[in-house]
């Protein structure tokens, strides 16, 4: 009987660290993704100089579309109401930036422009962990554009 119950410890073990190991890897696969989107995205929007042009928006679109980059509404939904105070922030199609001024003193005059933070999400959709633990600071994935002056 001893022999039995060691067998099925020693299964239980061998399951949940194979859980821990294809775990890990999915977090892995798509934070590489969320981080090259992120990626794409930040260089669009420098190239553009915001995210107010169609042409700008139509290319992330396309780029996101190409790399199957897909997040739930409700890590969107919590980045809004995590920044529910901030006037100019904006989330689409599974990412969101937010635009900070920037003025800067200089001996001809003031300088004014604007820099970028742009977030995606990683999609990793495990609803009793989620739930529970609330894993939206874990999930998202953060960059900055340089500072697009007037």
């Given at each position: 009987?001893?022999?039995?119950?060691?067998?099925?410890?020693?299964?239980?073990?061998?399951?949940?660290?194979?859980?821990?190991?294809?775990?890990?890897?999915?977090?892995?696969?798509?934070?590489?993704?969320?981080?090259?989107?992120?990626?794409?995205?930040?260089?669009?929007i420098?190239?553009?100089?915001?995210p107010?042009?169609?042409?700008?928006?139509?290319?992330?679109?396309?780029?996101?579309?190409?790399?199957?980059?897909?997040?739930?509404?409700?890590?969107?939904?919590?980045?809004?109401?995590?920044?529910?105070?901030?006037?100019?922030?904006?989330?689409?199609?599974?990412?969101?930036?937010?635009?900070?001024?920037?003025?800067?003193?200089?001996?001809?005059?003031?300088?004014?422009?604007?820099?970028?933070?742009?977030?995606?999400?990683?999609?990793?959709?495990?609803?009793?962990?989620?739930?529970?633990?609330?894993?939206?600071?874990?999930?998202?994935?953060?960059?900055?554009?340089r500072?697009?002056?007037d």
């Amino acid at each position: 009987m001893r022999d039995a119950i060691g067998q099925v410890f020693a299964l239980q073990v061998i399951l949940a660290f194979v859980l821990l190991i294809n775990g890990y890897m999915a977090y892995s696969v798509n934070y590489t993704r969320a981080f090259r989107v992120k990626n794409q995205i930040v260089n669009i929007i420098e190239q553009y100089e915001g995210p107010y042009n169609d042409e700008a928006i139509a290319r992330i679109n396309a780029i996101i579309d190409q790399m199957t980059y897909e997040v739930p509404p409700r890590l969107t939904q919590d980045f809004l109401d995590d920044y529910a105070n901030v006037d100019e922030k904006s989330c689409q199609n599974g990412w969101c930036y937010i635009a900070h001024d920037v003025s800067i003193d200089e001996a001809d005059g003031e300088r004014t422009g604007k820099y970028y933070s742009v977030v995606t999400f990683v999609n990793i959709n495990i609803p009793v962990i989620n739930n529970i633990v609330g894993l939206g600071d874990f999930l998202r994935v953060v960059g900055e554009t340089r500072t697009i002056y007037d």
